[in-house]
């Protein structure tokens, strides 16, 4: 596929932002975009994994764990660490700081409300 | 003129007056007799007012009055009296013997010397006058006689002063409240012992051991209890090695009961035992402990489920039960859910849903709110026809108490005993009162549940409205603010999050100040320049707020302007509790050092408002700009920090 070709030769990565709360997701959003990353929005997880499949270009996702729908957060986590084990994984939850066996390996978490500097740097460890 | 009195004394030492005829004595009469040659020999005692033969041979006579008796003369003599004719003697011509009756005429008399005092004499009498008296070999022997008749008369008397001991030592067992007994051990091939044999118990024995004597004199401890129990034979074989009484306190498992008592040598293989059966006391005793156990319990563990098997372990040890378990009841007391709770090993498992009616006329007991209370299943009237049902839980002796909830019942606490259970007033009474402090900890943890749970929700909550205000202003301010007020912003918000955090993650609703100062500290990601110390203190959600703020505002100070702002500046953080005239202050320190030379500012923004404000919002707060760096200094009351 040619255009998957010069996706993973651009040398920023994308980050994919999966997060139920509009306004949340809006304003996460606009701090990565302004921290020079490009960024694309999923409402829950089946909207990302149906993006993954076919933006081979993002290699960061975060994620809330508190979504509703098929799986939360944190299953979504596990399964994108599964199929595309390259893709680096940051969760983020205000519901109190998950169990370490429920993160996958290499992931990272990050209380809400969200400190903006920790994401900032969490995303320029991974990019 | 000899003491009658005390002669008397000496007689009744003996207590021989009147008592039948004994060999001893009638054979050393006789042989006095043959080697004297004489046809009457006699062995009389003199007392106040007679003469007693106890034994005599060549004539009838028993007795005779004082007057009569000529042996008195030897009493009086003290000495031995020889008369070779009795009618030339001026103290016997007048005697009536010596006149009519026998017609005697020869008397030769030794006296009868006791320990008590002369008491009678051994008397040789003849019909015939003997001029010359006895040869000095008849008079020797006769003296030997009299020896021999006094250690008769002592032998005698030592062997019925113990047989007066022997009865007072007796009567004293078998009046006693303890069981006694006397046993002969019993050895194996190789020299251990292994039993013991019953030879006397006293009368208490039954009612402390519940076996009538006639069933025990003669068997062996193993026939009579048919178990195999090594710690009783332990304790014998220990008294019988150490030669010392031994105390016990133990169990006879057969019949479950308890015994407090000793065991002492006796000799040779012989020992006895006196004791005293306390199973009452004892089950008092470990119901008291239950209770204190029941009360930790109760109080310690969180987890209900948890905690009540634990619950059923104390209930069941406590009344030595084979099981204590818990089961609910649904609302027309039709079927019990019943959880494993606690059994000894070996008794079938229970956990399972229960028909009331599967095993008995039951629910009219329960229905009517009274504890169902059964000596044995297989006898009592509501539960014989179904005996089958409680035997496959092995359960005879059973008691279900209800527990109660907003005046229903709610649920049963159930106790078994494999054999039949008399229930005493005091056990009855007893597990009501574990069954209220049971429900009553089940409400208080499922309201801590409820309320653990409804604090969750609410720092949930919380932190989500946090996150919109971030959200919201982010959105609204984004190009009305600088970056770095809008940063600045952002920042004092997450501290206030991890605040929050901190007070909801507790379980007394309290934040740890080093745990909020190393977060703080931390999210700035200058934690490892810092030096962080003081004792655990607990601040109250308002305290925890301000103090964020406050460690944050100089934590960013720090960084921008401070200590921090340089690579080699470092932070110092203390705190400590200091004495004051009213209570305790705490004083939390805050350092800078290394970085580069500070002034104070001139202009007043917000964030030097904040620190003002100090831990708790009422100042107590003094800053020093020094040479080294800043050095600031916060105080506030402890009370006020720790309840608000």
Same mark, same amino acid.
């Given at each position: 596929?040619?255009?998957?070709?010069?996706?993973?030769?651009?040398?920023?990565?994308?980050?994919?932002?999966?997060?139920?709360?509009?306004?949340?997701?809006?304003?996460?959003?606009?701090?990565?975009?302004?921290?020079?990353?490009?960024?694309?929005?999923?409402?829950?997880?089946?909207?990302?994994?149906?993006?993954?499949?076919?933006?081979?270009?993002?290699?960061?996702?975060?994620?809330?764990?508190?979504?509703?729908?098929?799986?939360?957060?944190?299953?979504?986590?596990?399964?994108?660490?599964?199929?595309?084990?390259?893709?680096?994984?940051?969760?983020?939850?205000?519901?109190?700081?998950?169990?370490?066996?429920?993160?996958?390996?290499?992931?990272?978490?990050?209380?809400?409300?969200?400190?903006?500097?920790?994401?900032?740097?969490?995303?320029?460890?991974?990019? | 003129?000899?003491?009658? $009195?005390?002669?008397?004394?000496?007689?009744?030492?003996?207590?021989?007056? /009147?008592?039948?005829?004994?060999?001893?004595?009638?054979?050393?009469?006789?042989?006095?007799? =043959?080697?004297?040659?004489?046809?009457?020999?006699?062995?009389?005692?003199?007392?106040?007012?007679?003469?007693? @033969?106890?034994?005599?041979? #060549?004539?009838?006579?028993?007795?005779?009055?004082?007057?009569?008796?000529?042996?008195?003369?030897?009493?009086?003599?003290?000495?031995?009296?020889?008369?070779?004719?009795? !009618?030339?003697?001026?103290?016997?011509?007048?005697?009536? %013997?010596?006149?009519?009756?026998?017609?005697?005429?020869?008397?030769?008399?030794?006296?009868?010397?006791?320990?008590?005092? *002369?008491?009678?004499?051994?008397?040789?009498?003849? *019909?015939?006058?003997?001029?010359?008296?006895?040869?000095?070999?008849?008079?020797?022997?006769?003296?030997?006689?009299?020896?021999?008749?006094?250690?008769?008369?002592?032998?005698?008397?030592?062997?019925?002063?113990?047989?007066?001991?022997?009865?007072?030592?007796?009567?004293?067992?078998?009046?006693? /409240?303890? #069981?006694?007994?006397?046993?002969?051990?019993?050895?194996?091939?190789?020299?251990?012992?292994?039993?013991?044999?019953? =030879?006397?118990?006293?009368?208490?024995?039954?009612?402390?051991?519940?076996?009538?004597?006639?069933?025990?004199?003669? =068997?062996?401890?193993?026939?009579?209890?048919?178990?195999?129990?090594?710690?009783? &034979?332990?304790?014998?074989?220990?008294?019988?090695?150490?030669?010392?009484?031994?105390? @016990?306190?133990?169990?006879?498992?057969?019949?479950?009961?308890?015994?407090?008592?000793?065991?002492?040598?006796?000799? =040779?293989?012989?020992?006895?035992?006196?004791?005293?059966?306390?199973?009452?006391?004892?089950?008092?005793?470990?119901?008291?402990?239950?209770?204190?156990?029941?009360?930790?319990?109760?109080?310690?563990?969180?987890?209900?489920?948890?905690?009540?098997?634990?619950?059923?372990?104390?209930?069941? !040890?406590?009344?030595?039960?084979?099981?204590?378990?818990?089961?609910?009841?649904?609302?027309?007391?039709?079927?019990? *859910?019943?959880?494993? #709770?606690?059994?000894?090993? #070996?008794?079938?498992? +229970?956990?399972?849903?229960?028909?009331?009616?599967?095993?008995?006329?039951?629910?009219?007991?329960?229905?009517?709110?009274?504890?169902?209370?059964?000596?044995?299943?297989?006898?009592?009237?509501?539960?014989?026809?179904?005996?089958?049902?409680?035997?496959?839980?092995?359960?005879?002796?059973? +008691?279900?108490?209800?527990?109660?909830?907003?005046?229903?019942?709610?649920?049963?606490?159930?106790?078994?005993?494999?054999?039949?259970?008399?229930?005493?007033?005091?056990? +009855?009474?007893?597990?009501?009162?574990?069954?209220?402090?049971?429900?009553?900890?089940?409400?208080?943890?499922?309201?801590?549940?409820?309320?653990?749970?409804? %604090?969750?929700?609410?720092?949930?909550?919380?932190?989500?409205?946090?996150?919109?205000?971030?959200?919201?202003?982010?959105?609204?301010?984004?190009?009305?603010?600088?970056?770095?007020?809008? /940063?600045?912003?952002?920042?004092?918000?997450?501290?206030?999050?991890?605040?929050?955090?901190?007070?909801?993650?507790?379980?007394?609703?309290?934040? &740890?100040?080093?745990?909020?100062?190393?977060?703080?500290?931390?999210?700035?990601?200058?934690?490892?320049?810092?030096?962080?110390?003081?004792?655990?203190?607990?601040?109250?959600?308002?305290?925890?707020?301000?103090?964020?703020?406050?460690?944050?505002?100089?934590?960013?100070?720090?960084?921008?302007?401070?200590?921090?702002?340089?690579?080699?500046?470092?932070? *110092?953080?203390?705190?400590?509790?200091?004495?004051?005239?009213?209570?305790?202050?705490?004083?939390?320190?805050?350092?800078?050092?290394?970085?580069?030379?500070?002034?104070?500012?001139?202009?007043?923004?917000?964030?030097?408002?904040?620190?003002?404000?100090?831990?708790?919002? !009422?100042?107590?707060? $003094?800053?020093?700009?020094?040479?080294?760096?800043?050095?600031? $200094?916060?105080?506030?009351?402890?009370?006020?920090?720790?309840?608000?």
């Amino acid at each position: 596929m040619a255009h998957s070709l010069i996706y993973t030769q651009s040398a920023v990565p994308t980050v994919l932002v999966v997060e139920d709360e509009p306004l949340q997701r809006m304003s996460l959003m606009d701090l990565v975009e302004e921290a020079g990353y490009p960024v694309e929005e999923a409402c829950d997880a089946d909207q990302a994994l149906a993006i993954l499949e076919t933006r081979p270009d993002i290699r960061i996702v975060l994620a809330d764990v508190d979504m509703p729908g098929s799986m939360d957060g944190l299953r979504l986590a596990a399964l994108v660490r599964d199929r595309w084990p390259p893709i680096e994984i940051i969760v983020t939850s205000g519901r109190g700081i998950p169990q370490l066996k429920t993160i996958p390996a290499r992931a990272m978490f990050l209380p809400k409300p969200l400190s903006e500097q920790r994401v900032i740097e969490a995303l320029s460890q991974f990019g | 003129m000899v003491d009658n $009195s005390a002669r008397a004394v000496g007689l009744l030492a003996y207590d021989i007056l /009147d008592t039948p005829p004994e060999r001893g004595y009638d054979d050393l009469v006789l042989l006095a007799r =043959q080697i004297c040659a004489t046809p009457i020999a006699t062995m009389g005692l003199i007392d106040a007012h007679r003469q007693w @033969f106890k034994a005599k041979t #060549g004539t009838t006579v028993c007795e005779s009055a004082l007057e009569e008796a000529i042996c008195r003369l030897v009493v009086e003599e003290d000495g031995p009296v020889e008369i070779e004719d009795l !009618t030339c003697d001026p103290r016997t011509a007048a005697n009536p %013997n010596v006149l009519g009756g026998p017609k005697v005429r020869f008397y030769s008399g030794v006296p009868l010397r006791t320990p008590f005092g *002369t008491i009678g004499a051994l008397a040789v009498i003849d *019909t015939v006058p003997r001029p010359g008296g006895l040869t000095t070999a008849q008079r020797e022997a006769l003296e030997k006689f009299s020896s021999l008749v006094v250690d008769l008369l002592e032998l005698r008397r030592r062997s019925s002063a113990l047989d007066d001991s022997q009865k007072r030592w007796r009567s004293l067992f078998s009046n006693m /409240d303890e #069981g006694y007994y006397l046993a002969r051990v019993v050895r194996d091939e190789t020299g251990r012992i292994c039993d013991w044999l019953y =030879q006397e118990v006293n009368p208490a024995w039954e009612r402390h051991v519940g076996i009538g004597p006639d069933q025990v004199l003669g =068997q062996t401890y193993g026939a009579l209890f048919s178990v195999d129990e090594p710690e009783w &034979v332990d304790l014998v074989t220990r008294t019988m090695e150490s030669d010392r009484p031994v105390s @016990f306190l133990q169990r006879l498992q057969s019949t479950g009961r308890w015994y407090d008592g000793t065991f002492y040598p006796v000799g =040779q293989d012989y020992f006895s035992a006196t004791f005293r059966e306390v199973t009452k006391q004892i089950a008092a005793e470990q119901r008291q402990a239950g209770l204190i156990a029941l009360g930790d319990v109760l109080r310690d563990e969180r987890d209900i489920a948890l905690m009540i098997s634990k619950a059923m372990e104390v209930i069941g !040890t406590a009344f030595s039960a084979d099981r204590a378990t818990y089961g609910e009841i649904d609302h027309d007391i039709e079927t019990i *859910t019943v959880s494993e #709770g606690w059994a000894l090993p #070996g008794m079938p498992p +229970i956990k399972g849903i229960y028909r009331f009616d599967d095993y008995g006329k039951l629910r009219p007991t329960l229905l009517a709110g009274d504890p169902l209370v059964i000596t044995d299943t297989l006898t009592d009237i509501r539960t014989r026809d179904d005996s089958e049902a409680w035997l496959s839980l092995r359960a005879r002796g059973v +008691i279900n108490v209800p527990v109660r909830e907003d005046g229903r019942n709610v649920a049963l606490m159930l106790v078994h005993f494999a054999d039949p259970h008399e229930w005493t007033s005091e056990e +009855i009474h007893w597990l009501h009162n574990a069954a209220d402090r049971i429900e009553l900890a089940i409400a208080r943890r499922r309201a801590d549940e409820l309320q653990s749970m409804i %604090n969750g929700e609410i720092a949930h909550r919380l932190r989500n409205t946090l996150a919109m205000v971030q959200a919201v202003a982010r959105m609204t301010l984004r190009h009305s603010l600088s970056k770095e007020e809008a /940063d600045r912003f952002h920042e004092r918000l997450h501290s206030l999050g991890r605040a929050h955090d901190l007070l909801h993650s507790d379980d007394r609703r309290a934040a &740890v100040l080093g745990d909020l100062v190393g977060n703080i500290l931390g999210d700035a990601s200058v934690l490892e320049r810092c030096r962080i110390s003081g004792p655990v203190i607990r601040l109250g959600t308002r305290a925890a707020m301000s103090t964020a703020l406050l460690i944050h505002e100089m934590t960013t100070n720090a960084c921008k302007h401070g200590a921090l702002s340089l690579p080699d500046g470092i932070v *110092t953080v203390e705190w400590l509790i200091e004495k004051t005239v009213s209570g305790s202050d705490l004083v939390l320190l805050w350092r800078e050092s290394h970085g580069p030379s500070v002034i104070a500012p001139t202009r007043k923004g917000f964030g030097a408002r904040l620190i003002s404000f100090g831990l708790i919002g !009422t100042g107590g707060v $003094s800053l020093r700009y020094e040479q080294e760096g800043l050095s600031a $200094s916060f105080r506030a009351d402890i009370e006020k920090i720790m309840r608000t």
